[in-house]
Nanobody, 117 residues
Framework: VQLVESGGGLVQPGGSLRLSCAAS????????MSWVRQAPGKGLEWVSD????????NYADSVKGRFTISRDNAKNTLYLKMNSLKPEDAALYYCARRGSRWDFDSWGQGTQVTVSS
């Protein structure tokens, strides 16, 4: 299993970014996928889930209405579109696979998002 995130960077407050996660080594279309983030000095925070087909999504209250999770099963890629970014959204963003027990059983290496003027 390999998950490789990209798309992070420095953005001003109010700006947008789109994160991508390229998946390989497993049948991507069979799994729920998630985004999880970790701000400096803080614990892991679940951000969003998407079901295997892409038709059902869930979001943390902190990002609801600003972030959109999506997937392209033909490209084995997970996305996170982030709008109206706030300084408190700054974190290392991880792509994670949901396991059969609803745990996160595989993780990417993360992509850094910095929100600052």
């Amino acid at each position: 299993v390999q998950l490789v995130e990209s798309g992070g960077g420095l953005v001003q407050p109010g700006g947008s970014l789109r994160l991508s996660c390229a998946a390989s080594g497993f049948t991507f279309s069979s799994y729920y996928m998630s985004w999880v983030r970790q701000a400096p000095g803080k614990g892991l925070e679940w951000v969003s889930d998407i079901n295997s087909g892409g038709g059902s999504t869930n979001y943390a209250d902190s990002v609801k209405g600003r972030f959109t999770i999506s997937r392209d099963n033909a490209k084995n890629t997970l996305y996170l579109k982030m709008n109206s970014l706030k300084p408190e959204d700054a974190a290392l963003y991880y792509c994670a696979r949901r396991g059969s027990r609803w745990d996160f059983d595989s993780w990417g290496q993360g992509t850094q998002v910095t929100v600052s003027s």
